[in-house]
């Protein structure tokens, strides 16, 4: 049984930071590629950014210069930065991993919200 926990959401105030940990200690996450997600109210879910297990880096157009995604691979976690929050980044936020199997476990999701 692989446990997923994401925390690290909550509320802020628009150009605040949050930073976002997804744990996963059963798999080995040196060979885990993880992803981060969102759905905002009435929108579908989105790639925010995503790393593969050779380190490559995406970002969304929306999440270039703010956010960071980042792992420490000993500590089976991972971590998304968010910087400079805007109001439109209000949603939920899900971790997804996939490992060298090709399995995928995804996060139970953690609410972020940025108002001011």
């Known amino acids: 049984q692989v446990r997923l926990v994401e925390s690290g959401g909550g509320f802020v105030q628009p150009g605040g930071s949050l930073r976002l940990s997804c744990a996963a200690p059963e798999l080995s996450f040196a060979n885990t590629a993880m992803g981060w997600y969102r759905q905002g109210p009435g929108k579908q879910r989105e790639l925010v950014a995503d790393d593969d297990v050779d380190g490559i880096v995406n970002y969304s157009d929306s999440a270039k210069g703010r956010f960071i995604i980042s792992r420490d691979n000993a500590k089976s976690t991972g971590w998304l930065q968010m910087n400079r929050l805007k109001p439109d980044d209000t949603a939920i936020y899900y971790c997804?991993?996939?490992?060298?199997?090709?399995?995928?476990?995804w996060g139970q999701g953690t609410q972020v919200t940025v108002s001011s």
């Open positions: 997804k991993l996939t490992d060298d199997s090709g399995r995928q476990f």
